[in-house]
């Protein structure tokens, strides 16, 4: 990588090396396990002209989600916020009957499926085929592709223009960021709102979260490089929430800038917008739409400033970070080796797998790992070659200790794997720092 992304500086300053990994989400069969594995390059770094983290494009969004391993719908808690945002959206924004709504990277319609039950008409677009095949059997209307310029001026001449466009954790998975922006502008009405949810990098330095660094992840934002990224395509952020999923995250409201400068909005500090009603009107409740004056967007940029975010005095010390965090877990696992204790992973996810292999963790020390997702049965993690069983393994092995990968749904799974307690076992979450857990039934 020799430019940035997203403003063309050369000015690109290393945040950390996690060395070279295969793609997070290329589950081996076993056929495959006596084939040679590909691995790529994975080094964040961070560009000093307008704070965009990235790794480079080593691999395309078409390598990777032409046919994809991950399903939404098996995280219980991931569906569940799904339905709050949409009760939350239909409520904020006045969706009705009358209403446009399209998701970017629907996956198996986790979350229009919620949309659906309301009567609002809405579109999936998801380049994936085989999860795209889950949410049209879902009763979602899916439309399959990946989202440009071209694809939302498409979609929107023969769907008409979304009142609200909804992309969640997929801003950070496209390497043309600004292609894609101007692809949500072509899908939202001039007065329409454009709802983003993303990993803050933020929580990511500031808890250790460098598992989250993987292939499928091109960028990682903070408030101020995701309104930068934003108005490429003529979008103005207009309100910022905090959120805590995938350990961190922020959704970013954002407008065109017709609605913001136009007669339905006004501009307000920094240029962001004040929000009005639907249409510019004001709502009969006299509840406000999302954002008011940009104060949270203030409040967060003013945050990542403190942190040290907006200059490179801030990313020194993450790397140091990162290799205790290898350290403390390799330590734990051979002492539990030299001991004669058992451990097994619970969950296959993306994050899991750069985990593992920065680490060097193979079948030796993680005999194996259980993941809900029947896709994911009979293969093995990619480089480390750990199998991947059906979740009736823990119970059947009964290993004295459960090493958590997906740890950003922690409350989920501390219910769901009480049952450990019962032959005493303890749960292990690696992230932020090396933490073993005694589970209650």
Not at 29 to 41: A, D, I, K
Not at 136 to 142: I, L, Y
Not at 326 to 333: E, I, K, M
Request: glycine share 12%; aromatic share 8%; with cysteine.
């Amino acid at each position: 990588m020799t430019t940035c992304r997203l403003c063309g500086s050369a000015s690109l300053a290393s945040v950390v090396d996690l060395g070279a990994t295969p793609p997070c989400e290329r589950f081996l069969t076993e056929r495959q396990l006596e084939e040679p594995e590909v691995t790529y390059p994975l080094h964040l770094r961070v560009c000093t002209g307008c704070w965009l983290a990235q790794i480079p494009p080593m691999i395309t969004p078409e390598e990777t989600f032409t046919e994809y391993a991950y399903f939404s719908s098996y995280s219980t808690s991931w569906v569940e916020h799904a339905r709050e945002f949409v009760r939350g959206a239909v409520d904020r924004l006045g969706l009705g009957a009358g209403s446009f709504v399209v998701e970017v990277a629907s996956n198996d319609g986790y979350l229009l499926r919620h949309v659906v039950e309301r009567g609002i008409r809405c579109l999936g677009i998801e380049p994936s085929e085989n999860v795209g095949r889950a949410a049209r059997d879902a009763g979602v209307t899916t439309y399959t592709a990946f989202l440009d310029p071209g694809t939302g001026a498409a979609v929107r001449a023969e769907h008409g223009p979304a009142d609200l466009v909804v992309a969640n954790n997929v801003y950070a998975h496209i390497p043309d960021v600004i292609g894609f922006t101007k692809g949500l502008r072509a899908l939202v009405a001039d007065d329409g709102w454009v709802s983003i949810e993303v990993q803050h990098l933020l929580t990511l330095m500031e808890r250790n979260q460098y598992d989250t660094i993987y292939h499928e992840h091109f960028q990682y934002y903070t408030v101020a490089s995701a309104r930068r990224a934003l108005a490429t395509g003529g979008l103005v952020l207009v309100d910022v929430e905090s959120l805590p999923t995938h350990g961190g995250s922020i959704r970013l409201w954002a407008r065109p800038l017709e609605a913001v400068n136009g007669p339905g909005g006004r501009s307000g500090p920094d240029g962001q917008g004040e929000p009005g009603g639907q249409n510019g009107r004001s709502r009969s409740d006299g509840q406000s739409r999302p954002g008011g004056p940009g104060g949270r967007v203030a409040a967060l940029l003013a945050a990542e400033k403190a942190a040290g975010l907006h200059e490179l005095s801030g990313y020194a010390e993450f790397g140091e970070r990162v290799a205790r965090v290898r350290r403390d877990l390799l330590g734990f696992l051979l002492d539990a080796a030299r001991e004669g204790r058992t451990v097994a992973g619970y969950g296959a996810p993306g994050k899991g797998n750069t985990l593992l292999n920065h680490c060097g963790i193979r079948p030796d020390l993680l005999p194996f790992t259980v993941d809900r997702n029947p896709y994911k049965h009979g293969r093995f993690t990619p480089g480390t070659r750990v199998p991947i069983l059906p979740p009736e393994r823990l119970a059947e092995e009964r290993p004295d200790y459960v090493l958590v990968l997906p740890w950003n749904l922690r409350e989920e799974l501390v219910g769901q794997l009480s049952f450990v307690h019962a032959w005493g076992g303890r749960l292990v979450f690696p992230i932020p720092n090396l933490e073993i857990v005694e589970v209650n039934p």
